[in-house]
């Protein structure tokens, strides 16, 4: 069974530092991984997203994710933190082809960036 | 404006009192889903639907109904809501052409049954 797991429930970061929120997954074939971000009273959003190709990828403000295989791990980071990052992040991950191609997501983690 | 839109964003009820909360995107997207979200579970999927009246059950459907009679509109049904139903729930949709596409969500519906 595909299942997406983030080990920590809240990552803690000043700004300007580098950020790092981690993912590992599990899924038999190969994944297509996602991260999106959920703002207070907000919906999620699209952030970046593996398919295939370069293992680093970069999305939206700055963030990127850098897919190991070898470690089933896609792990979201940022070179220099902003308070505004503040949020919930979620992984998600799903399989290629199939009639479902339902996304599976990990239980977020909270990043809070101080001042 | 590319967009999935929720009504009610806030909805406080009484249990066993039948409401639906509406679902509707303007993207032309085959693939809609409902998901809920609870601290420290994530999200998990409550029905999705591959194009209209195709709908299927995701992991937690028990409670809920949905339809798809039309492309847009997704909307979930609750027949007789209970307190463990008390949620934030999302819709979202996404594309199936040409796939992988990232999925677009609604801004959330906040459930309270009392």
């Known amino acids: 069974a595909q299942s997406v797991a983030q080990p920590e429930d809240q990552v803690n970061v000043a700004e300007g530092n580098p950020l790092t929120v981690k993912c590992t997954y599990s899924v038999s074939g190969n994944p297509y991984l996602f991260w999106y971000v959920q703002y207070p009273n907000r919906g999620l959003q699209f952030l970046l997203k593996y398919i295939t190709g370069d293992n680093l990828v970069k999305g939206s403000y700055g963030f990127e994710a850098e897919f190991n295989k070898s470690q089933t791990s896609f792990h979201l980071k940022k070179p220099s933190a902003l308070v505004s990052d503040s949020a919930l992040y979620f992984c998600?991950?799903?399989?290629?082809?199939?009639?479902?191609?339902?996304?599976?997501f990990g239980k977020g983690t909270k990043l809070s960036v101080k001042p | 404006e590319a967009q999935v839109t929720q009504n009610p964003r806030y909805l406080i009820t009484v249990t066993g009192k039948k409401l639906t909360v509406t679902c509707s995107q303007n993207?032309?997207?085959?693939?809609m889903s409902w998901y809920r979200q609870d601290p420290g579970l994530g999200l998990r999927q409550i029905y999705y639907s591959m194009n209209v009246e195709v709908t299927d059950k995701g992991d937690v459907p028990e409670g809920y109904k949905v339809s798809r009679k039309e492309k847009r509109n997704f909307p979930l049904i609750l027949e007789s809501p209970s307190p463990n139903q008390t949620s934030l729930y999302f819709c979202?949709?996404?594309?199936?052409?040409?796939?992988?596409?990232?999925?677009?969500f609604g801004p959330g519906t906040r459930l309270t049954v009392t």
């Open positions: 993207m032309n997207h085959e693939y």
């Open positions: 979202a949709s996404r594309t199936i052409a040409g796939e992988p596409y990232e999925q677009y």
């Open positions: 998600a991950v799903r399989t290629p082809g199939g009639s479902q191609g339902n996304l599976i």
